[in-house]
């Protein structure tokens, strides 16, 4: 399948060696909420290559099904592509039954649909403020209710909520994603405490910076890769590869005491001082070519 033009194309890792069984995932599922890219089409790729099917939803049908059809040749394991808008409560219960008809089971939930763009608070929209809390935040609980209600209720599960580090001090530019951010991990929470009772563990992975994304290329304001590094801890930026095995550990039976959390992947960025400095001085460039 040719991909058209204005449609990037994922790649799968060129090598990859795990520290875990190839079967880790045996005869379990994963529905991944933009699986179609970045990161989540790398938590996709983890899960597959140790013995997981997966079902990636998103907005955009062709790029869902260049990326599943990528995934499939890599790993040999089933990756169903489904058309879906976490905004729409009717869309995300036929795509969780389109799934569920597929496959027969959800064993894990991968809340990854997210919308971002930079934007000073003063000038930001109503509606631009509004769309992003819908997205992220009304979207992980559209998700999660839905395939609650329609499998884990009975049979116990695994959610993992992509959130990210912008709320902990606070980020310019970012308040829209921060504040549904952070709302997730609070919802996160509830869900854990409300719902383990019927088996069900939920968590939160906080990303730091991460390379090759497409959230880096667009809000890193125009910053190279050793710049960025140079302002984290561990002295670099985490890889999607790491994120994927974050999430794989999680869902895994190692991980069963582990729920209510959010696992903060971002080598300790967010506490290093004189970060935001640097933010400053770029955010006041970019307000000067606006």
């Not at 990037?8 to 880790?24: I, Q």
């Not at 013995?51 to 790993?75: F, N, P, Q, V, Y």
Request: aromatic residues 6%; hydrophobic residues 40%; contains cysteine.
């Amino acid at each position: 399948m040719a991909a058209p033009e204005n449609i990037p194309v994922e790649k799968c890792l060129e090598e990859y060696k795990s520290s875990f069984r190839s079967d880790l995932l045996k005869g379990k599922v994963a529905f991944i909420t933009g699986g179609g890219s970045g990161i989540c089409f790398t938590i996709a790729e983890i899960f597959m290559r140790h013995g997981c099917d997966t079902a990636i939803s998103g907005r955009k049908l062709e790029r869902l099904k260049l990326s599943s059809k990528t995934l499939s040749e890599a790993t040999g394991h089933r990756c169903l592509p489904i058309q879906m808008d976490v905004r729409k409560p009717q869309e995300v219960i036929d795509a969780v039954d389109n799934c569920l008809k597929e496959f027969g089971r959800i064993d894990i939930l991968i809340n990854g649909a997210a919308g971002n763009f930079l934007c000073p608070l003063e000038n930001m929209s109503f509606n631009a403020f509004k769309t992003v809390i819908e997205i992220d935040t009304l979207g992980t609980f559209n998700v999660s209710k839905v395939v609650f209600d329609k499998f884990f209720k009975n049979n116990g599960g695994v959610i993992i909520n992509i959130t990210a580090m912008l709320h902990h001090r606070g980020t310019i530019l970012q308040a829209h994603v921060g504040s549904a951010k952070a709302a997730i991990e609070t919802l996160t929470k509830h869900q854990a405490l409300e719902w383990g009772p019927k088996g069900v563990r939920v968590l939160c992975v906080a990303p730091g910076p991460i390379g090759d994304t497409e959230g880096m290329s667009r809000l890193g304001m125009g910053a190279s890769a050793e710049d960025v590094g140079l302002r984290i801890p561990i002295r670099r930026m985490g890889t999607r590869k790491e994120i994927g095995e974050i999430c794989l550990f999680l869902v895994s039976d190692m991980a069963g005491l582990i729920t209510s959390s959010t696992i903060e992947a971002d080598g300790a960025s967010w506490l290093a001082d004189g970060s935001e400095e640097k933010r400053i001085e770029m955010y006041k460039a970019l307000m000067s070519k606006m």
